[in-house]
C-alpha cells in the first residue's frame, strides 16, 4: 500500500541523514519534496499542510539546527508527526459495555463490510473466545443475507435465522432479543449500503441506530477510493455518528493516500485493517508501527506477533530439534517455505524488517519472489516420501518425472536443490559444536550491540514469550543501537533473520538465515 511513499520519503530523508549539517533551506527544500510525495500519495491537502507546517516548526529551531545529528532529528521529527497524524496510539474495538455489545457497521455497497463483519465476529471468536452473532440488515442486494450466512458457516459463526420480507429495524431488535436468549457476548449488525450517499440510506441506519443502540458504529471504506473516502467518513460521522473506522483492501497497490487522512479529518481512529481476502487477515491499526513501515524503520513487533499467530509450536519444537542434530530434509524445507507464504510471504516480512525494505526490489528482480516460493512447492510435492527424506536419490529421470508433475523444468529442479543444500549446509553450522555455532554467535554478537544479555539463543532473549510492551522495548533498544535506520543492522549477510530465533520461533530463525541471498552479479 505505501511502497511509493516508502520510496519517496526514504530517498529525501536520507539526503538529509548523510550531511554533517543542514541549514534552515535545506530542510525547507526536503519539506517541499515531503509535500510532494504526500500529495501524490493522494493524501489530502489541508492534511499535508497542517503536517509540514508542524514539522516545520520543530525542525528549523536552533537546537536541531546545531545538533550532533541534525539530519536524524528531523526523522526523528518526520516520524513522530506522521504517528500523530495516524493517531497517536492504537484504538481496539471496544467491548466495555453490558453484554450482548451491538456492532452496527456501515459503509458504501462494495467496500467490504459483510467480509469484514465475518472477519470481525471470526477474530473475536478466536482470539477473545467470545461468543458472537451476526446478522444481516441488508434487505436490498441479492442474496446479501445468504452471503453472511454462508460465511457463518465458514467460520462456525452463529447467524441469525432469515425471516423474508422483515424490515432492516425489525431485524436488528431481533438480533438484539435472539443474543440476549442466546447468552451471546456480541452482535454484529451487518447493514445495507448504497452505491452513493443518498438521504434514504441516511434515514435508515439513524432508524437501526435508534432501535439497537449500538456500542460501535463502524465505518467500513475501501482505502482504495482515496480522497472519496474520507469525504464518505466526514458524511457519514455527521449524520449517523461513528465510533471507528476499519479500512479494507490495504494489501492493494494503492497509495495510502485515504489511511493518511482518515483520522486527521475525522477525528475518529482507525480501529481495524483488511490485508487479504482470508478470514484471519485482518490486523489491529497501530499508527506507530505503519509510521515505522512508512519511513523503512520496520515492524519487528508486527512480525513477531504474526509468526507466534502463524507457527506451530509442536512443529516448531520438532524442526528445532533436528536443526540441533544438523538435520535438514526437504519436508523441512517445504514446512518452511509454507510457514512464510502464511505470514506474507517474501514481500510481507521483508517490509517489516528493520533496513530491508529496499532490499524487496532487488530480491524481486533476482527472481526471488513469492511466485518462486509457490513453484518450489510445487516441486517437492511432486516427490515421493523417500525422495523429499532424502535428495541424492534424485538422478535424471527422476527429476524427468518431477518436472512434468509440477509443470517445472530440471533447471528449477537443480535451483532448489541448490538452496536445501545451502540451507542444510547452515543448518550443520548452526548446530555445529565448534564455537558455540554461526547462529550463536550471529546472536550473541547482536545482543552485545543492543545491550542485551541472557536468554535465548547465545545471549538473545526468547521473542516467543514476549508481551507487545516488551517488543516495543525491544524494539526501541534496537533503533538506539542502530538497527532501526534503512540500512542500519550490521552484520547481517544475505537477509538473514536474526534476533527471531528461540526453539520457539523457528519458522523466522531458522527458516531465514538458510536462503541462500541474492545470486552475485558475473
Known sequence: ??????????????????????????????????????????????????????????????????????????????HDELIEMLGGEGVGIDLNAPAPVVVMM?????????????????????????????ASLDTRRPAAQEQLRQLGVQANIDTLPIIAGQSPTDIAARAVQAAKLGGHD??????????????????????????????????????????????????????????????????????????????????????????????????????????????????????VEKAAENIDAEKAAAMAAKMAKGKFDLNDLADQLSQMQKMGGMGGIMGMMPGMAGMKDKMAAAGLNDKLFGRQLAIISSMTKAERANPD???????????????????????????????????????????????????????????LGGGGMGGMPDLSNMDPKQLEALQKQAEAAGLGRPGGMPGLGGGGLPGLGGAKLPGLGGGFPGLPGLPKKK
Open 393 to 451: 536419490l534424485l538422478k535424471h529421470s527422476r527429476k524427468k518425472r518431477i518436472a512434468s508433475g509440477s509443470g517445472t523444468d530440471a533447471s528449477d529442479i537443480n535451483k532448489l536443490l541448490k538452496m536445501h543444500r545451502q540451507m542444510a549446509d547452515m543448518m550443520k553450522m548452526m548446530g555445529g559444536k565448534g564455537k558455540g555455532g554461526m547462529m550463536k554467535q550471529l546472536m550473541g554478537g547482536l545482543a552485545g550491540k543492543m545491550g
Open 106 to 134: 456501515v459503509g458504501l455497497q462494495g467496500s467490504g463490510k459483510t467480509t469484514t463483519s465475518a472477519k470481525i465476529a471470526h477474530r473475536l471468536t478466536s482470539r477473545d473466545r467470545k461468543k458472537v452473532l451476526m
Open 186 to 303: 456480541v452482535v454484529i449488525l451487518d447493514t445495507a449500503g448504497r452505491t452513493h450517499i443518498d438521504e434514504p440510506l441516511m434515514v435508515e441506519m439513524a432508524d437501526i441506530k435508534k432501535r439497537s443502540n449500538p456500542h460501535e458504529i463502524l465505518l467500513v471504506a475501501d482505502s482504495l477510493t482515496g480522497q472519496d473516502a474520507v469525504n464518505l467518513a466526514r458524511n457519514f460521522d455527521e449524520r449517523v455518528g461513528i465510533t471507528g473506522l476499519v479500512l479494507t483492501r490495504m494489501d492493494g497497490d494503492g497509495r495510502g493516500g485515504a489511511a493518511l487522512s482518515m483520522r486527521a479529518v475525522t477525528g475518529k481512529p482507525i480501529k481495524l485493517i483488511g490485508v487479504g481476502e482470508k478470514m484471519g487477515e485482518l490486523e489491529e491499526f497501530h499508527p506507530r508501527r505503519i509510521a515505522d513501515r512508512i519511513l523503512g524503520m520496520g515492524d519487528i513487533v508486527s512480525l
Open 1 to 78: 500500500m505505501f511502497e511509493n511513499l516508502q520510496d519517496r520519503l526514504g530517498s529525501i530523508l536520507n539526503g538529509l541523514t548523510g550531511r554533517g549539517a543542514l541549514s534552515e533551506a535545506d530542510v525547507s527544500a526536503a519539506l517541499r519534496e515531503v509535500r510532494r510525495a504526500l500529495l501524490e500519495a493522494d493524501v489530502a491537502l489541508d492534511v499535508v499542510r497542517s503536517f509540514t507546517d508542524r514539522v516545520r516548526e520543530k525542525a528549523v529551531g536552533a537546537g536541531i539546527l546545531k545538533s550532533i545529528k541534525p539530519g536524524q532529528m528531523v526523522v526523528k521529527i518526520v
